[in-house]
């Protein structure tokens, strides 16, 4: 009579303590206005670093206690494609469809670091402070975009991770995209005075194509600490004016 080995049972999978299983797990909605709803889950890696890319940028984001990050992208391309990367684990990708792209402007400026750069979009003639100028300190929502009031700014990324690459994408109807002005906000502090300064600026054409340069300029000497440079005319012909 033959003998038989006893099959090994299947491993266990692997849980988190709230009982659910393990791994990174990406899905993308479209939302309106050419938005990506992102969702992120891996609840056996909590406040876990993340690297979040799309179309040619990237941006550095973290898990809360539980695992979980949402976040809200706009698409500079359809089918957006967003790479999800958390520590040595293999990538994770998510699809999805955007009809409305063609609708709209979208205009960027990336970089990486503390830099505390300030993207400003000015529309139809509006001055520093008043309706109309969109900013990280006013940045208006996609409900009033849809609304026919402006466009909106979303701010990506986070200072404090390593490494911190931040995005800030200004979005506004192509049809109010006629009058508008764009600058840069570079402040000269201890830590970049004197220095070079690298930066990304990013544009979606009416094309469909996006476009992507460098923006490089040496700061000022250290006496120059607690000024600002306001790159103007961006996506034009850029010149700087000091303040």
Do not use: K
Not at 30 to 35: G, H, K, L, T, V
Not at 36 to 57: K, M, N, R, T, Y
Request: aromatic share 6%; net charge negative.
């Amino acid at each position: 009579m033959e003998s038989q080995s006893p099959v090994d049972p299947a491993p266990a999978a692997r849980l988190s303590p709230f009982g659910l299983p393990c791994g990174l797990v990406v899905t993308a909605a479209a939302m309106p206005a050419a938005m990506v709803a992102l969702d992120i889950l891996d609840p056996c890696q909590a406040e876990a670093d993340l690297e979040i890319s799309h179309a040619g940028f990237s941006f550095a984001a973290r898990t809360d206690m539980m695992g979980l990050l949402t976040v809200d992208i706009p698409a500079f391309e359809t089918p957006a494609f967003v790479t999800v990367r958390s520590g040595d684990d293999d990538a994770v990708m998510a699809i999805a469809g955007l009809p409305d792209l063609a609708d709209y402007m979208r205009v960027a400026i990336a970089w990486d670091g503390d830099l505390g750069l300030a993207f400003h979009a000015f529309a139809a003639g509006a001055d520093f402070g008043v309706p109309g100028h969109i900013w990280q300190g006013t940045p208006g929502t996609v409900t009033d975009m849809l609304a026919g009031q402006g466009g909106f700014l979303t701010v990506l990324g986070d200072p404090h991770l390593t490494p911190s690459r931040q995005i800030q994408i200004f979005s506004i109807p192509q049809a109010q995209a006629n009058d508008l002005r764009l600058a840069l906000d570079i402040p000269i502090n201890p830590a970049t005075c004197d220095r070079p300064l690298v930066a990304q600026a990013m544009q979606l054409t009416q094309s469909g194509a996006v476009d992507i340069w460098p923006i490089t300029v040496t700061l000022p000497g250290c006496d120059a600490v607690g000024d600002f440079l306001m790159l103007q005319n961006l996506f034009e012909a850029p010149r700087l004016a000091a303040n």
